[in-house]
């Protein structure tokens, strides 16, 4: 049977034991930074492959600089206590890694120096975020601007402008949202990064339209590259060119790439995912889970240990 494991104030624990209290200061104010890392199961090989789990962690400490947050561990540590925690889970499915930076400091006040920060890690079993294909919603709820709360840094408290789009989103009927920024030019989804195929050309937002450099963005452009010869362009898109765009999709650590059928109950393109977007999909989960040699360096293994 699975046991959870943790990274909790220095120690390998399990989950159950990484307990903390009501006072702390992140708790109250959305003072921490995380990353998702997902460790894909492959059956025939025994193991989960840990999606590009460096690049995850060195994401985690720049969103630590930008928030002023003491990351003690080195990104090679974080790495080998994921690994271990992931091995001594002992989950044979999907799992998905959350690490945190936050104040621990157990005290109110609004403010993010002179205050004592941790880091902690922790699995849990993830199936699929998003159906095989979404149905998606333009969020009334504008996305944060960069003056605001930095986009580019997984900052916990910018999720509750997300949360807000996803419900509305939900409650409408709709899969996920499409959040537009305050330009009124679309910047991402509630979680997610977009793309759209217009006339041959794979078009996504740039940073400056207030969007997470995603991980999974960049590892779907450097397929689409190397194994299709589609270059993608960084531009401002307005939300009607959603509505007449050939394909469209969404990328990021949870949803993995999966394709948008229909916006704002519009279809795109045939209303079915497109043939770029598909053959993106299939290269994008052969990577992930480890069956593409190619970009077997992307992967980092963790077996299950067996007990003897």
């Not at 009501?22 to 104010?29: C, D, E, N, P, S």
């Not at 977007?277 to 299939?282: E, V």
Request: charge should be negative.
């Amino acid at each position: 049977m699975p046991t959870p494991y943790a990274y909790f104030r220095g120690e390998v624990v399990p989950l159950e034991q990484a307990k903390i209290s009501v006072t702390t200061h992140a708790l109250h104010y959305g003072t921490a930074v995380f990353e998702g890392i997902r460790g894909n199961w492959n059956q025939d090989d025994g193991c989960h492959y840990l999606f590009r789990l460096r690049e995850h962690f060195e994401r985690l400490a720049q969103s630590s600089r930008i928030m002023m947050l003491n990351l003690k561990d080195s990104v090679d540590r974080l790495c080998e206590l994921s690994v271990e925690i992931v091995e001594r889970s002992g989950y044979t499915e999907d799992v998905y890694l959350r690490p945190l930076v936050y104040t621990s400091s157990e005290q109110l006040g609004v403010r993010i120096h002179n205050l004592e920060h941790d880091v902690l890690i922790f699995v849990v079993p993830f199936p699929a975020y998003l159906p095989d294909s979404a149905r998606c919603h333009t969020s009334t709820w504008r996305r944060v601007n960069d003056t605001g709360i930095p986009p580019r840094a997984k900052v916990t408290g910018i999720y509750a402008n997300s949360a807000l789009a996803k419900t509305e989103a939900n409650l409408n009927g709709f899969d996920e949202a499409i959040m537009l920024n305050e330009d009124g030019h679309v910047s991402e989804g509630s979680g997610e990064n977009i793309f759209m195929i217009r006339k041959g050309k794979l078009i996504t937002p740039g940073p400056a339209d207030n969007v997470l450099e995603g991980i999974t963005a960049a590892t779907v452009v450097q397929l689409a590259k190397d194994e299709l010869g589609l270059e993608t362009v960084e531009r401002q898109i307005d939300r009607s060119e959603l509505y007449i765009c050939d394909e469209l999709f969404m990328t990021g650590t949870a949803a993995h790439l999966t394709p948008v059928v229909e916006v704002d109950r519009r279809p795109v393109g045939t209303g079915l995912p497109g043939p770029l977007t598909s053959k993106l999909s299939n290269l994008f989960y052969d990577a992930i889970r480890g069956k593409n040699e190619k970009y077997r360096h992307w992967c980092t293994p963790a077996r299950v240990r067996v007990s003897r």
